[in-house]
């Protein structure tokens, strides 16, 4: 009988045949045994800026004023009536010059004018109160000198700043039930993350391998962070409504920090959970 | 000379048995399943499998959940003994640009087996061009950087030396 393939060129094509199917066989067995059959797919999260539109809705927000206040002091004089000419600020002292009914006056914390009593000042402007309501005195270069910050409590007010490593422009003032900062420091800390964490440590706080949320670890003693309130210990739980849980969360507000008028902490320090308030202008 | 010949034959169809019936797609799950370890995710519109090749279209880089990057394509490209990952038009979100140049047009890692010890790396972008090594035995990284345009941000970083500026670093 005649053969139609040499035995050996069968031979050899059956050998690499089983030669392909043992490495088949083989790729198999390993995806099967060790590589997934699906990828990982990243959900997306709700972005800090949803947080701008709450602050914005509510109804006793603390927004950014725009226009000048005329109501409250024309009893016994006005805040317009006030010129500020300029500031001085240094870590402890805060001393203004005003102009008032064409008299130039020096006034430093804790002195008033007409009845307005120096708070503090920023950069650009200074903050007075009267009858518990607060007033704000633009720089006399400024557009609008003069805006009604909303009620105070009259409490201490911490207007310079004095960053030691570096000093960066820019206020934080209390006046009282919330705090004014400079857009100018925001500006500055958003362009410069580095800057952020020479002042203020943030570690992450975990429930066994999940993130919890995030813990302030330190502040630096006179930085502006340490003005805003918060402390070491305290606990970030959310920040304009938008729980702080995530990297993503905490990401989504320093990206939009920029376009922010207002913005509300919450912390937990303790056991006790505190608001903090921030206007930023 | 037959069995020489009969050795190579079987060696050539090993070898393209391996690449041919590699499952590209379940090994880069499992490569995203590592990174995952390290907080890193990456979503990509769609996978494309070649015979060597595997290429991630439209891919999105996160970081802990951040959106960092985006990557229009990436080339995974393998002959066993050559090794090439192909990273093009990476755009970096743009919060880093302080600390990063945003825009990367293209970036080669290679690994080649007569150069076991040491990965090699290319990138072009608004920074020029930039060629670095690996060294897998030291754990080290150089890059040197060709020229010096908008590398404002990474200066920092840099140093210089009689070859120019570079970047080290240790993994």
Same mark, same amino acid.
């Given at each position: ?107 430093? #914390? =804790?002195?008033? *004018? ?11 402007? $200074?903050? !007075?109160?009267?009858? %518990? ?98 402390? #070491? =210990?305290?606990? *970030? ?11 993503? $969360?905490? !990401?989504?507000?320093? %990206? ?26 | ?171």
């Amino acid at each position: 009988m005649k053969h139609l393939f040499k035995p050996y060129i069968f031979k050899n094509i059956l050998i690499l045949l089983v030669l392909l199917l043992i490495v088949k066989l083989l790729w198999f067995v390993i995806t099967w045994v060790w590589l997934p059959s699906s990828g990982v797919e990243h959900v997306g999260q709700k972005s800090g800026k949803a947080l701008y539109y709450r602050v914005k809705l509510t109804p006793n927000e603390i927004s950014a004023p725009t226009k000048p206040i005329k109501q409250a002091t024309k009893k016994n004089g006005s805040i317009d009536d006030i010129v500020l000419l300029a500031i001085y600020n240094a870590v402890d002292t805060t001393v203004i010059t005003v102009k008032h009914k064409g008299k130039t006056k020096v006034l430093s #914390r =804790g002195e008033d *004018i007409n009845g307005f009593v120096l708070e503090g000042a920023g950069r650009n402007f $200074a903050t !007075f109160t009267k009858a %518990k309501k607060s007033y704000k005195v633009m720089l006399l270069k400024s557009k609008g000198k003069h805006q009604n910050v909303g009620q105070s409590s009259a409490q201490n007010t911490a207007p310079s700043v004095s960053n030691k490593p570096k000093k960066v422009a820019g206020e934080v003032v209390d006046v009282g039930d919330h705090k004014l900062v400079d857009r100018s420091l925001v500006d500055h800390y958003a362009k410069n993350m580095d800057d952020i964490y020479k002042n203020i440590g943030i570690g992450e706080l975990k429930d066994g391998n999940n993130l919890k949320g995030f813990q302030i670890t330190f502040v630096r003693k006179d930085s502006p962070f340490a003005k805003l309130g918060v402390q #070491r =210990g305290d606990i *970030i739980k959310s920040i304009n409504g938008q729980e702080i849980n995530s990297y993503n $969360a905490a !990401f989504g507000v320093y %990206k939009n920090i920029g376009s922010l008028d207002n913005l509300t902490l919450v912390i937990e320090r303790g056991k006790e959970e505190m608001e903090l308030e921030y206007e930023i202008n | 000379m037959q069995m020489v010949k009969k050795f190579f034959i079987l060696l050539f169809v090993l070898w393209f048995a391996i690449l041919f019936f590699m499952p590209k797609q379940a090994l880069y799950y499992k490569l995203e399943e590592i990174l995952l370890e390290n907080d890193i995710k990456i979503n990509e519109k769609n996978i494309e499998e070649g015979l060597f090749s595997l290429t991630l279209h439209d891919s999105k880089v996160y970081v802990k959940g951040i959106e960092l990057a985006t990557i229009e394509k990436i080339d995974f490209f393998t002959l066993l003994f050559y090794t090439k990952v192909e990273v093009n038009k990476l755009v970096l979100d743009p919060s880093l640009k302080n600390v990063a140049p945003t825009h990367i047009d293209e970036i080669k890692i290679a690994h080649a087996i007569w150069n076991p010890l040491n990965v090699s790396l290319d990138a072009q972008g608004s920074f020029g061009n930039v060629n670095g090594q690996a060294s897998l035995l030291e754990r080290h990284i150089r890059v040197d950087f060709n020229e010096t345009k908008n590398t404002e941000m990474l200066k920092g970083s840099l140093k210089q030396d009689e070859k120019g500026w570079f970047y080290e670093t240790s993994f």
